[in-house]
């Protein structure tokens, strides 16, 4: 079965500073990958995928193939972007559903 | 443009009362629907799963279950709620030609 490991629930860290969210996925092939967060009293909605190769809200992402790895990276932290992040492949074919990490709870700290 | 709705927002129910949570998409046809499970800790558990009216796939064996009795309609049910039954419970929706989903707001489910 597929999975997607988040090893860190909670990450804090002052505004101004670089983030770095882990993701490490399961699947030997080639996956679809995505990040989603969910602010505050907010839904859960998708902040990038890898096919896209965009930078959202200062985001990045890179597949690493042979770290089987998808990490969500931002070079200047901002208070906005305390939220909760998820890391999510869809490995399948067809309409399967996607497999979501635990998450971490991003704080940026003023 | 697609909007998902779900209702209620909050619901408190007793053990072993029945539960039924509706979603709905509005602005496309035929979309793939899914409900998840968020509990507390432990990410989100794909729970059901749909690709047409009538066509329900299960993930996990469970006290769940789902129906779609329309197109853009998509049902989750129990006939005796258990304890561990309580969880936030997420529908989503994508098309048939991308794995992108999209969530509504969801259904806080306590049950007591």
């Known amino acids: 079965a597929q999975r997607v490991t988040q090893p860190e629930k909670l990450l804090s860290v002052f505004k101004g500073a670089p983030v770095e969210l882990k993701c490490n996925y399961s699947y030997s092939g080639s996956p679809e990958l995505f990040w989603y967060v969910q602010y505050s009293r907010q839904r859960l909605q998708l902040l990038l995928r890898?096919?896209s190769r965009e930078s959202i809200k200062g985001f990045t992402a890179d597949l690493n193939k042979g770290e089987t790895s998808f990490h969500l990276k931002k070079p200047f932290a901002q208070e906005e972007d305390s939220a909760m992040y998820y890391c999510a492949q869809n490995s399948g074919g067809g309409a399967d559903g996607l497999t979501f990490g635990k998450g971490t709870h991003l704080i940026i700290q003023p | 443009s697609q909007t998902i709705h779900q209702w209620p927002a909050t619901l408190v129910q007793p053990v072993g009362s029945p539960l039924s949570l509706e979603c709905t998409v509005e602005?496309?046809?035929?979309?793939?629907l899914y409900w998840y499970r968020q509990a507390a800790g432990r990410g989100l558990q794909l729970l059901f799963y749909s690709v047409g009216i009538g066509q329900i796939s299960s993930e996990v064996p469970q006290n769940l279950s789902a129906s779609r009795p329309q197109d853009r309609q998509f049902i989750l049910s129990s006939k005796k709620l258990l304890l561990s039954d309580s969880g936030f419970y997420l529908c989503?929706?994508?098309?048939?030609?991308?794995?992108?989903?999209?969530f509504g707001p969801g259904t806080r489910l306590t049950v007591t």
């Open positions: 890898h096919i």
């Open positions: 602005g496309t046809s035929n979309p793939n």
């Open positions: 989503a929706w994508s098309q048939d030609t991308s794995y992108e989903q999209y």
